[in-house]
């Protein structure tokens, strides 16, 4: 099946697992996603949930030694990136798609300066001469909001906030199609979170950029994605567009997740939490993997895996009790 | 009636490049059996506070009373009874728990060391510590790393209640916790202070979580008080511009009521050696030469406190 | 009957404190590598204390080790001398096994006297910090400053020659490694939220000390002795082939060699023998020291 021609990037049934110390761990399990061409597209779920492995997965940058199987399909832009070879992999990489890490601190080499961490990949993927290269990265700097006479400081004179601009900037130096943001802001003060949402936005909007958002915060979520799909325990559990999914939640899991937090403009006595805890993924449940966290679960929920069901639109949930 | 009286507190800490005022001329007070919310972004010195009031550290200048004794100054056997009715939750159930100690050995520890216990009471005590804190018997003997970060931030809370203390500071206990289970432990935290009539101060950087807690708030803005006023006036009507921006930066799950959102510029800058005058005005957007001035809390409207000389032009008063 | 069912319940490695003596145990019985290196050393040993009973002479009834038999000079290996003899023939087998009592336990009791000393004055400095942290830290830079082989050689010129001069010099040699290890291990705990929990329960010094400080910081130093121990048999060697160890005519591997380098273009078997019984030595030291390590670094767990 190839690629559907309105989406940059189409997820079919995508499983990857994962061995460790003699056990297989199912981090993946099925995953099937659409990300129309100029939106932004939320992951949300919980640690452990498997959202990070499906971004690695896009980029193919699972750690080998760790990895046992990748199976299913990746489309982007009608090509399969689970079939295609590794030297095209390295143009798309950091090309056409680019990565934005949740810690800011790690993700920048202490020993370059700034200026040449981001031009280092226009460099590399525009074949550009390395003048026009730093010009172009000055220009991306100030894109981020950093003034250009900061192109040759090192990243300890930078603080947090500033750091993740650096980092943005380095991932959308190319002009990628495609942005993946592991929990972009979680590591900065909601202030600062603001700010960099804000440019994250902007950014997309104004260079046309595709966005997938990964993130446990079902806030960060509604402030840019206009798609959002919920991840439990490597499965997409429910998908539809914002309003869909924040208007009306229909899988239990995305009904307790909103029960769960604490809301900032509603005074609640009792938040409803989830019960019990998210499953072990060497040891998943035979039948439905929230099963066992359900209030709502059957016998027959604990016995057999449940099927997708369409509610319209493009709202889909992954459960038989609706 | 107040159980905490905090007066003028100030802790400075000696660093290389000058004195750090993580808390600097601080006063509040805290009701009997309510929570007070102390909220400010990381490096505000809201940690520093929490710890400096139960003597984890020592004060540099000001007066804390506790139960209308002054208690700054503490002696040995003094601190002693102290620390029993005064007790800390932290926020990283990771590496507040001893890694070789199992969940019984840890929650047991505060009641040994208190020597009011025989042998066979401990378990008994303990054993009920547990219950209250709702951990599963079966795990007295797993070792932390055995454990995830909800049941690890449960036995954090069995040794805190351990003394049947009467004050809590509670430091950002559910911020490394996942959403579901980080309602479980503010219910379970909600329903000990109803049952146990506790009195807690809950350090956090996140004001959702803190508006479904407390019952006063207090804003912190580099070691100094900026807004302080009962949890509904101050989410309904806040009045220091540093209180707006952060109330506005809060990414919020109602998508059809979305709120003008208050970019600050620049970020928050570290307490050494810091100039008089209003600290907030460096990112402030209404600041001016006047704000050069020292400004102190003063009561806006009954109850309302707020450290800014610009207030009533901004809320149009 | 249930009793005796739930002893014989197989323990795995999730039911032991990760970290403790007992875990490191149970990882060097499980682990192939190690018990190979454990095998070695045990039988190493064993037979170094024994050979001097059954490794006897027949004639004179000396032990084999220090017969001389000069019509046996340079012999090569043969079914009566399975190493063959040495320059003054004696029996280089004989010698070999002898003389494994010295290497192997100079590298033991020298690093045990690096660790002891360099976990008191690490904790000494950690703990209390300030102005005796800065002397404590400022002597152990004036020893840190010479390269260890040459310091060593130093303390066992001035101590002079002996196996327990030997031990001395190799222990004061690697007391600053350990020492400075301590003292990181110390700072960094000290400042840990369980550290601060245990104050805050009314917790007396010594016991947060005692008890929630030193237990977690021990296991890196338990690596680096594990590993240490053949890094201070090699040195061992190295100091008595240069002179300044276990003398001649006792047969200390270095030693050996030392006198066999002579010979080594016409009967290289005389240096070979000691060569190798050096190298398996250490080789199955770090092996027992790599599950050591595997058994107490977390990170290196999967």
Redesign the interface.
Known sequence: MAGNSENLLSIRDLKVEYS??GKIINAVNGVTLDLPKGGALGLVGETGAGKTTIAKAILQILPDH?TRSVTGEIFFEDRDLLKTPEEELQKIRGGDISMVFQDPMTALNPIMTVGDQIAEGIHLHQNKTKTEARQEAIRMLETVGISADRVDEYPYQFSGGMKQRVVIAIALACAPQLLIADEPTTALDVTIQAQVLDLIRNLKESQDTSLILITHDLGVVAEICDHVAVIYAGEVVERGTLEEIFDHPTHPYTVGLFGAIPELHKKVDRLSPIAGLPPDPTDLPQGCYFAPRCPRATKACAEKHPSVKHLGGTHYALCDQI | MALIEIEHLKKYFPSSRGTVHAVDDVTFNIEEGSTMGLVGESGCGKSTLG?TI?H?LESTDGVIRFNGEDVTHPSKHKL?EL??NM??I???PY??????MTVMDTIM??LK??KKFSKAELQKEADKMMDLAGIEKRLRMS?P??LDGGRRQRV?IA?AL??NPKFIVCDEPVSALDVSIQAQILNLLMDLQHERKLTYMFVTHDLSVVRHISSHICVMYLGQMVETSETDELFERPMHPYTKALLSAIPTTDIHNRTERILLKGEITSPINPKPGCRFAARCPYADEQCAQPVGLHEVTPGHFVSCCHVKEINDL | MSKTETKKVKKTA?SY????LRYIWYKLRHTPTAVIGMCFVVTLFILSFASPYFLIDERSGQPMWQYIDMRNMNALPSAEHLFGCDEIGRDILARVLYGARYTMSIGIFSTTVSLLFGMLLGSIAGYFGGHVDNFIMRCLDVFQAFPGILLAITISATLGPGFEKIIISLGISGIPGYARMMRANILSIRG???A?????????TS?IIA??II??AMSPLIVQTAMGIAASGLMASSLSFLGFGVQAPTPEWGSMLASARNFIRNYPHLCLFPGIFIMLTVISYNLIGDTVRDALD?KL??
């Open positions: 460790s110390g760790a | 710890r139960i984890l002693r620390r029993e007790q800390i932290f926020q990283d590496s507040s728990l001893n890694p070789r520890e505060p060391l208190s070792y790393h055995e954090g040794r351990a003394l | 999730a404190k990760p970290g403790s840990s939220e369980y601060e929990a245990a104050l805050s329960i009314n917790c007396p016991r008890k929630h237990p977690n977390p767990k999967d």
